[in-house]
T-cell receptor
């Protein structure tokens, strides 16, 4: 079956630190991969996506590269801000379906 | 600029009561979804719909019902509320050109309904 595994949080960083949130997946076929972000009291928002191997998704300084050989899609940012504090969800969607499979989410806390 | 609108934002129910969570989207999306989010568990798909008049079960459909009489609306019904249904519920929508042929279209989420059953 399809599944997504994320590192457990919370991840606690100081402002301007480097961020990595690990995500690995198990899937049949060739899924598309996504990172969603959830700010307090809000719904999920698409942060970035990648649809095939070696694609790099990027948005708002965040990046993630679709690595088929390691079945990974790790989220990175070079310098985090307090406003990046949120819960980050890795997800996959398999070919031919419009159903997302989510990881459990990783909470990021950034202090000034 | 509404996107996906969910009502109510908060609700407390007694065991055995029923209620309907409302969801509406104004993006002319054909796909709509209901998820529940439990602490530390990520999101689980309850039901989804690929168009008006068509619905199907997700991972955790027991205790819920849905209908899709219009493209815009996708209400979720709890008939006999149980404590296990205490959760945050999210509605989402997306567009698929060929009824599932495009697998990389993002889902747009509402702000959620926080439901407590006591």
């Amino acid at each position: 079956g399809n599944s997504v595994t994320q590192m457990e949080g919370p991840v606690t960083l100081s402002e301007e630190a480097f961020l990595t949130i690990n995500c690995t997946y198990t899937a049949t076929g060739y899924p598309s991969l996504f990172w969603y972000v959830q700010y307090p009291g809000e719904g999920l928002q698409l942060l970035l996506k990648a649809t095939k191997a070696d694609d790099k998704g990027s948005n708002k300084g965040f990046e993630a590269t679709y690595r088929k050989e390691t079945t990974s899609f790790h989220l990175e940012k070079g310098s985090v801000q307090v406003s990046d504090s949120a819960v980050y969800f890795c997800a996959l969607m398999n070919t031919g379906f419009q159903k997302l499979v989510f990881g459990t989410g990783t909470r990021l806390l950034v202090s000034p | 600029n509404a996107g996906v609108t969910q009502t109510p934002k908060f609700r407390i129910l007694k065991i055995g009561q029923s209620m309907t969570l409302q969801c509406a989207q104004d993006m002319n999306h054909n796909y709509m979804y209901w998820y529940r989010q439990d602490p530390g568990m990520g999101l689980k798909l309850i039901y989804y719909s690929v168009g008006a008049g068509i619905t199907d079960k997700g991972e955790v459909p027991n205790g819920y019902n849905v209908s899709r009489s219009t493209t815009e609306d996708f209400p979720l019904r709890l008939e006999l509320a149980a404590p296990s249904q205490t959760s945050v519920y999210f509605c989402a929508s997306s567009y698929s050109k060929d009824g599932g042929g495009y697998s990389n279209q993002p889902q747009h989420f509402g702000d959620g309904t926080r439901l407590s059953i006591l």
